[in-house]
């Protein structure tokens, strides 16, 4: 797991010798990134994943074949996760660096505001990026109907360039300009202009990567110091089932391709012919049904996308310079909208796989993830260890030479692409409700068909994923499997052997260390008082006390930090004499909890604060945060709870952050040292 914690694993000495090594080295150059991220595509819908296998089998297929060269050239994330199978929550964990134990979009909260906090465009705009959103956004906020009302439009969020749909059921509708069968008409938005009326004959797909192409020539052309992140969001293959007017021009690049011309009537050159009606003539002669014919031409048309923007990269000469991630926002769908009965089964496009989007099987939460960056990623290489998308935002910082902020549950990838030996401390956390069960599909488990979902939670402890399903109460058992040697997830190992018995407690004790309750998506679990934590040592009473000479633009992740401490000591919250102004301090310990029950938190500082208990983010008091109280309850049992505090401190700061609890027994008073213990591992 990530370390937030020192005091949970490590001695004073193996402190100081662990806090000296620095994370992934910088690099010369902070890359381009282009991030694209697909609509509902499934994790078998990649040829180098499962395409090919079915063609070798003589099953019906579709073809991916820039994928797969993408793939050749760069690295495969054979688990990588979202945060939840559905698109709101995925993207909105996504963009924050949150799991859903932590984000405040979850659920089925569609066009729910992106929280004002840090993202991975204003992080990397900090950085010193350009940042631009290109495609389907969705998380705009409930109220208002224009850029200047919406709460969370996406140039309030970091993002300074924005083209494309801005709530999420307009993405279900490919041609901005034409109505869509059994859909109402959209808006499409560049910067605070509607312009969906000009657009006639476009299809988003080749849209939205004509524009970003454009974004690309005009960027590199006027600012070539600076490094850019696109966030390319298609809003295909999901929804209306419709395809393009025309062949995918020939080329790519600066040339060929998609080209960007901008006039009303005329934005791209595709926008041509008979709208809907371009099926892909190495699936037009086949006996499949029409919605099959459609959906293997919408994929293949994102494929072609893939070597026309690549080709720009060369064409401009900053291919080696630019890391491209793909990938997308859930498992497989099955509506059609207008279309006609449409399933993924066809294809089976979950893989070998059981689970569709909604569900938390690995078919619905597995995506396909494709990540290239010439000279630095080897090409043709895999990586299985289950990773997440809440990584990205740490990844991201990573490599633009910045900590990542405090209150990030993600950890930087950078170490697995790069093949280095460190061990990855990140963590996969899922929970999810949605009404329905798991589809009947022929090719899935019996015991998986017909599964009621309710209330659906996952994670990974040690290697291995547990699920549960309709969840009633905490001590609802998970299903542990080796997704590594079972994907189907067919042998349920709980209660197997002494091992996994254990696992099984210590998975539901870690997902009540892991998250918080929000009161927007109340789950079965959140009154469950959070377990204490085993220490085998003897307990001393006294704060570890840490303090950087680092400026960092938010209260930094420490674990990220490339300097070691400039002091190590017991201290106590008040402490901070000495600390250079902009510097970091970080308190952690062990409070001790006489007494089961509920425990009310309350915080107040002069700077900005990020503090967890276990791995909970109890408060975030960082960005927006000035200096108000406070409060947070928390059930707890009897026992140890590690916590630390992480303070940036400020210019004419006088004092610490001031903690205060009460709990059974007792009113709101100062959590003293006394009440604060550290492992003595000298003493066993």
């Keep these: 797991m990530k370390k937030k914690l020192f005091l949970m694993t490590l001695g004073w000495g193996w402190i100081t010798c662990c806090l000296m090594a620095a994370p992934t080295p910088p690099y010369q150059k902070k890359p381009n990134i282009i991030f694209i991220l697909t609509d509902d595509l499934g994790y078998g819908d990649l040829g180098v994943l499962f395409q090919n296998q079915r063609k070798e089998e003589g099953k019906p297929y579709h073809s991916t074949p820039n994928l ?34 932590h984000a405040e979009v979850r659920n089925n909260q569609f066009d729910k505001a992106l929280p004002d906090n840090h993202t991975l465009p204003s992080v990397l705009r900090e950085a010193g990026y350009a940042t631009a959103l290109i495609g389907k956004y969705g998380l705009q906020g409930l109220e208002g109907d224009s850029p200047s009302t919406w709460e969370a439009y996406p140039t309030k969020r970091g993002f300074d360039y924005f083209f494309g749909y801005v709530r999420h059921t307009d993405g279900h509708n490919h041609y901005p300009a034409h109505q869509a069968p059994d859909r109402p008409s959209v808006e499409l938005y560049e910067g605070e202009k509607e312009i969906s009326s000009q657009l006639e004959g476009c299809y988003t797909t080749d849209l939205f990567t004509a524009r970003a192409k454009q974004y690309i020539i005009e960027h590199t052309k006027e600012r070539a110091g600076q490094p850019f992140f696109l966030f390319l969001a298609h809003d295909t293959p999901h929804a209306g089932l419709q395809v393009a007017s025309t062949p995918y021009p020939k080329g790519g690049g600066i040339n060929g391709g998609v080209q960007w011309i901008g006039q009303p009537g005329k934005f791209i ?48 000469e900053i291919d080696e310079e630019t890391m491209i991630v793909f990938t997308s926002d859930n498992g497989p769908h099955h509506e059609s909208y207008g279309y006609g009965d449409y399933a993924p089964t066809l294809f089976e496009s979950f893989g070998v796989m059981d689970g569709t989007k909604r569900d938390t099987w690995e078919g619905g939460i597995r995506v396909p993830t494709l990540v290239r960056w010439p000279g630095v990623i080897e090409g043709g290489s895999e990586n299985d260890t289950p990773t997440a998308f809440h990584d990205w935002l740490a990844t991201f910082a990573d490599v633009a030479g910045l900590p990542a902020p405090a209150n990030t549950d993600g950890v930087s990838m950078m170490p697995l692409l790069t093949g ?15 009404g329905g069960s798991t589809p009947d599909y022929p090719s899935f488990d019996a015991a998986h068909k017909g599964q009621k979902r309710g209330e659906m939670q996952v ?18 058992d998970f299903r542990i499997y080796d997704t590594k040697k079972d994907p189907k997830e067919t042998d349920d190992l709980a209660g197997s052997t002494r091992f996994f018995i254990d696992l099984q407690q210590e998975m539901k004790n870690t997902v009540l260390q892991w998250r918080r309750p929000n009161e927007s998506a109340v789950r079965p679990y959140d009154d469950e008082p959070i377990p204490a934590a085993h220490v085998d040592a003897e307990m001393k009473k006294g704060l570890m006390f840490r303090s950087y000479e680092v400026a960092a633009p938010w209260v930094p992740d420490v674990n990220t930090l490339t300097t070691a401490p400039t002091e190590i000591r017991d201290g106590n919250y008040r402490d901070i004499e ?53 409060e947070a309850k928390v059930n707890l049992k009897a026992g140890y709870h590690p916590f630390s505090l992480v303070c940036k401190t400020s210019k004419g700061q006088e004092a610490g952050p001031s903690l205060q609890w009460s709990g059974p027994g007792f009113g709101m008073q100062p959590l003293e040292n006394k009440q604060v213990y550290y492992p003595d591992f000298g003493k066993k």
């Design 269 to 316: 050159n595709t926008a041509t012919g008979k709208v809907d009606r371009y099926i892909h003539p190495d699936y037009a002669d086949k006996d499949w049904p029409e919605v099959h014919k459609r959906f293997a031409s919408m994929v293949r048309r994102i494929d072609d996308t893939i070597a026309d923007l690549k080709q720009l990269l060369v064409d401009l």
């Design 459 to 476: 994670l990974y402890l040690h290697g291995f994923k547990g699920i549960r399903y309709d969840i009633q109460s905490h001590q609802d």
């Design 578 to 630: 000495g600390i250079a102004e902009g510097g970091t301090v970080v308190y952690e310990g062990y409070l001790k909890v006489e007494e089961a029950g509920s425990y009310t938190f309350s915080l107040r500082s002069d700077a900005s604060v990020v503090m967890h208990l276990h791995e909970a983010l109890l408060f975030d008091a960082d960005k927006n945060y000035h200096g108000e109280s406070l």
């Design 68 to 101: 797969d060269r993408m793939a050749e050239e760069g690295m495969v994330l054979t688990r990588h996760y979202v945060p939840a199978p559905v698109c709101a929550p995925s993207r909105a964990s996504l963009f924050l660096g949150l799991h859903q134990g």
């Design 420 to 434: 280095a030996p460190d061990p990855f401390g990140g963590k996969v956390y899922i929970e999810y409700t949605v």
